[in-house]
């Protein structure tokens, strides 16, 4: 069975860092396009970051700088590095597989998520 | 960058069919996918390319993508298909990106 699980999450201070982490099973990450999505409180999806097959790396406009996309290649893993926490981080990271097929992309299959959130 | 418009709320009575539109500037000439998000689950995707169901999908679940407006269209609507719904498309013209719609809320009546 394909399964994402992630981890990592939790309260931190504004300025502060954390690393989430995404365990997969049933498929290998490196073979794989991946994908981090978060989604505030109450909010909508919002794209952060992807790691092609290939190493290549995007991010959003927004966490371009600050947060940091890698892999595990033998443990199976992805990870999000968050620097330089902000009020408006706070969200729900989800990881996902980034399916490709010409030149899109869809997401599936999708983590159960961990919240990230960031207060004094 | 890409800017992909759903409406925030659409509602429908149970059996009738329910409509889902997200707007772009010639979304037609992309490929669109739509997502189902119920309370405190992650999302699921019920529609890739413009119009494909994964396997378990049900088939009242159908897509279209034209001009400006992808459709995300659900027949037979049941209770059970209450969530939030999204669009997404992947941009990379300028830059490897993945855009989503701002979500439409189904209720079912």
């Known amino acids: 069975e394909v399964q994402l699980v992630e981890s990592g999450g939790g309260l931190v201070q504004p300025g502060g860092s954390l690393r989430l982490s995404c365990a997969a099973s049933?498929?290998?990450?490196?073979?794989?396009?991946m994908s981090w999505v978060r989604q505030a409180p109450g909010k909508g999806l919002e794209w952060v970051s992807v790691?092609?097959?290939?190493?290549?790396?995007y991010y959003a406009d927004s966490v371009k700088g600050r947060f940091t996309i890698s892999r595990h290649n033998s443990k199976n893993m992805l990870y999000l590095q968050i620097n330089s926490l902000r009020a408006e981080d706070t969200a729900v990271y989800y990881c996902?597989?980034?399916?490709?097929?010409?030149?899109?992309?869809?997401?599936?299959?999708w983590g159960q998520g961990t919240l990230v959130t960031v207060s004094s | 960058s890409y800017v992909l418009t759903q409406p925030p709320s659409v509602s429908v009575a149970p059996g009738k069919t329910a409509r889902i539109t997200c707007g772009g500037n010639?979304?037609?000439?992309?490929?669109v996918h739509w997502y189902q998000q119920k309370p405190g689950q992650a999302p699921v995707l019920v529609i890739y390319?413009?119009?494909d169901r994964p396997s378990g999908i049900p088939e009242r679940f159908s897509g279209s993508n034209s001009g400006n407006t992808a459709t995300l269209t659900i027949s037979r609507v049941e209770a059970g298909d209450e969530a939030d719904y999204y669009c997404?498309?992947?941009?990379?013209?300028?830059?490897?990106?993945?855009?989503f719609g701002g979500g439409t809320k189904l209720t079912v009546l």
């Open positions: 996902a597989r980034a399916v490709i097929s010409g030149l899109t992309n869809w997401f599936d299959p």
């Open positions: 049933g498929f290998t990450v490196s073979s794989n396009y």
């Open positions: 790691i092609y097959s290939g190493g290549s790396t």
């Open positions: 010639n979304i037609g000439s992309k490929s």
């Open positions: 390319y413009d119009s």
């Open positions: 997404q498309v992947w941009d990379s013209s300028s830059d490897h990106k993945g855009v």
